[in-house]
């Protein structure tokens, strides 16, 4: 289970995303801490520190999730809870608020804040589950081919070298026929780029988790990315994460 997440942040001038903090769980307890870019951010005026987390310096712990962060998880009594857990393929017998918060991302309408897991090694791999970004603005002939996709399916990486927005952009596409299924997730791409590279190209395998064919289309397609953990690997280890 993610035990750490990355807290990003739609910057309202430039329309990036920005790595703002660190949330963690440790010991029963929650914290909290931001970045030094939203640190830099903030003394430039860009960046607004969140409510009752409004000195930027200080870890935050608490044994209760973090209101801005327990907002961002359903309620259970909402009728659609339990396909709301199918969808993102976790169990309601077992999900913490961590784990719901890392599959889902803590997306919400009416803010620019994301959350992405932070990832751990597991028996000498690394591993990470995620939903294809940008199914909103695929052709209806992409989405068509994305819908008729198994599960356990093999994916394709391809670079989008010309990506104004992202340098490390990472398509998702099937094999045959080839068609685009979505993105990388903003914030993996640069470790992915970076595993494979490491690793060779046939030693990075992409799956499909899970379809889901009635959900939003922010988790239309769940993914899996899996390649061995290099030795002097550290996954977000970027300066924009630190």
């Known amino acids: 289970m993610f035990s750490q997440l990355i807290l990003a942040w739609k910057n309202h001038y430039t329309h990036e995303w920005v790595p703002v903090g660190k949330l963690s769980f440790s010991k029963k307890k929650y914290y909290f801490q931001y970045t030094k870019k939203a640190k830099t951010m903030f003394e430039e005026g860009e960046f607004a ?11 935050y712990e608490s044994e209760e999730l973090f209101p801005i962060f327990k907002n961002r998880l359903l309620q259970k009594s909402r009728p659609e809870y339990q396909d709301y857990l199918s969808w993102l393929h976790l169990s309601s017998s ?11 991302g803590g997306i919400r309408g009416t803010d620019d804040l994301q959350l992405f897991p932070y990832p751990e090694e ?3 791999n690394y591993e990470v589950t995620f939903f294809s970004h940008g199914i909103r603005h695929l052709p209806s002939s992409y989405i068509n081919r994305l819908n008729d996709l198994g599960e356990g399916e093999k994916l394709y990486i391809m670079v989008d070298i010309q990506n104004k927005f992202d340098p490390h952009a990472l398509v998702l596409r099937t094999e045959d026929p080839i068609e685009i299924v979505g993105y990388v997730p903003r914030f993996f791409s640069f470790d992915f780029n970076s595993l494979i590279k490491s690793n060779g190209q046939k030693n990075v395998i992409v799956t499909v988790e899970k379809i889901n064919l009635n959900s939003p289309s922010q988790f239309r397609l769940l993914c899996q990315f899996k390649t061995l953990w290099p030795n002097d690997f550290k996954p977000f280890e970027a300066e924009e994460f630190i």
């Open 94 to 104: 077992t999900v913490s608020p961590i784990e719901e918060l890392a599959r889902s």
């Open 49 to 59: 520190p969140f409510s009752h987390m409004t000195l930027m310096d200080l870890i």
């Open 122 to 124: 597991k028996d000498g």
